[in-house]
């Protein structure tokens, strides 16, 4: 099948191995479980293909597992295409969430786990709980995957212990523009749903470290530590995401940036590119963790 595929990128990897993004079109295939899966063949691929550079690469961080995507299409909503809620595995393209949460879930897994391991994780790390149970048991606010995914264990919460201070959540964007999204828009039901977790959220505590602090913080923070920036967007929590890169002594920032653009690391430390924007007032910081839920024997499913 790779043969019939036409080239769309090569990205490079540390190591100097490439491997191939297509741009073909393929069939969606599905997962004979009680959730249903959306991928294409070309992700099962790539996903092998990291999987056997991590044999090779014992100690690597989540910010070495992010350049194996450097160069890849940033496209939006690539979680919104069905009506029904479904997990969606995309290894060929990213926005900024489903970067950070595909990459985490790579580096989670053992070098020997399955793509169908691999689709159990990215479901523990994208849904609330764990489990796709409907469009609004997906983390929507980036505040809310930080709490649920430190609950599971999979992140650490760092920002409090770098000198972080109170963040008060005030989040309430998805209720105040049902238009924005489909299933809101024309699902009473879901939109009742989402506000009573925008409540549930802004009851919680949460820290951030502002600005001004960030320049002092950041050659504190672990490399591949996933980084998100708080903002003064009315509703909003956190606008961007993406992880921390320590290169010559600097701490720098990988990121899918924007429509039109790619996976990309800044050339500027984060706290330089993080004051470009005038709406950011900050950053979470949260360390990727693995534990022995990630190595206990999962669900066994059936990719077809």
């Known amino acids: 099948m790779e043969a019939n595929m036409s080239i769309m990128k090569k990205l490079k990897m540390k ?15 599905s997962l004979f479980s ?34 194996f995507f450097l160069g890849a299409p940033y496209v939006a909503k690539t979680l919104d295409q069905n009506s029904d809620e479904r997990l969606v595995v995309n290894l060929r393209q990213f926005d900024c969430s489903t970067f950070v949460e595909s990459v985490l879930a790579l580096w989670l897994l053992p070098d020997n786990a399955s793509f ?20 609004c048991s997906r983390l929507h606010y980036f505040s809310d995957w930080i709490a649920d995914n430190e609950a599971k264990g999979f992140v650490n919460n760092l920002t409090q212990q770098l000198g972080g201070e109170p963040f008060k959540c005030q989040v309430n964007f998805m209720s105040s523009h ?22 549930r959220i802004n009851m919680q505590k949460f820290h951030f470290i502002p600005i001004h602090q960030l320049k002092n913080a950041e050659k504190n923070i672990p490399t591949g530590s996933i980084i998100a920036i708080t903002t003064q967007i009315d509703g ?13 002594g600097k701490t720098l920032f990988m990121h899918a940036p924007a429509v039109g653009k790619q996976i990309t690391t800044t050339t500027i430390p984060l706290s330089e590119h993080i004051a470009l924007q005038s709406k950011n007032t900050g950053i979470m910081v949260v360390v990727p963790k693995k534990n022995a839920l990630c190595e206990k024997k999962r669900e066994t499913l059936t990719v077809n």
């Open 236 to 248: 909003l929590d956190i606008s961007h995401v993406g992880f921390a890169v320590r290169k010559n």
């Open 15 to 29: 190591n100097k191995i490439f491997f191939c993004l297509c741009t073909c079109a393929m069939p969606v295939c």
């Open 178 to 199: 049902p238009q924005l999204y489909a299933q809101l828009k024309e699902n009473s039901a879901n939109l009742a749903e989402i506000v009573r977790h925008e409540k």
């Open 34 to 67: 009680a959730t249903n899966i959306d991928y294409t063949s070309e992700d099962s691929v790539i996903f092998e293909r990291v999987q056997t550079w991590k044999k090779t690469h014992h100690d690597n961080t989540c910010a070495d597992i992010g350049d």
């Open 116 to 135: 169908a391991d691999y689709c159990n994780q990215l479901t523990a790390i994208r849904y609330r709980n764990g489990k796709c149970d409907g469009y």
